[in-house]
């Protein structure tokens, strides 16, 4: 059972930076395919960026925040980032951390595909 903890949500200015974390318990992050989805209230949950455990780790990003985002990995603490830069109102959303365990390189940008998910961190970005 893999559990997810998230933190690092907050209020902002447009422009304004944030980082996201997500702590990994249960599995270790060469294991799973990882990613970065976020909400807002009567919205589908939207995909803004996966990782695989396998393979070269090569992220994608929604277009949206490309060059913006950046996510991470700390190996050794088990823990996933999601640098947030030059952030807009638009990307006031609840952010969730997923992961599902594979072998594969691949990781699908749909939220269904992924069967665990943290509790979400709010970010906030005021105009």
């Known amino acids: 059972q893999v559990q997810l903890v998230e933190s690092g949500g907050g209020s902002v200015q447009t422009g304004g930076s944030l980082r996201l974390s997500c702590v990994v318990h249960g599995d270790t992050m060469n294991n799973l395919c990882m990613g970065w989805f976020r909400q807002a209230p009567g919205k589908e949950r939207e995909w803004v960026v996966t990782i695989a455990g396998a393979g070269d780790g090569t992220p994608d990003y929604v277009d949206s925040v490309q060059g913006r985002f950046t996510i991470s990995k700390d190996i050794p603490r088990n823990t996933l980032y999601l640098q947030m830069n030059s952030l807009k109102p638009e990307d006031t959303d609840l952010y969730y951390c997923?992961?599902?365990?594979?072998?594969?390189?691949?990781?699908?940008?749909?939220?269904?595909?992924?069967?665990?998910r943290g509790q979400g961190t709010q970010v906030t970005v005021s105009s």
């Open positions: 997923t992961a599902r365990q594979t072998s594969h390189d691949y990781c699908s940008s749909s939220p269904l595909w992924y069967p665990y």
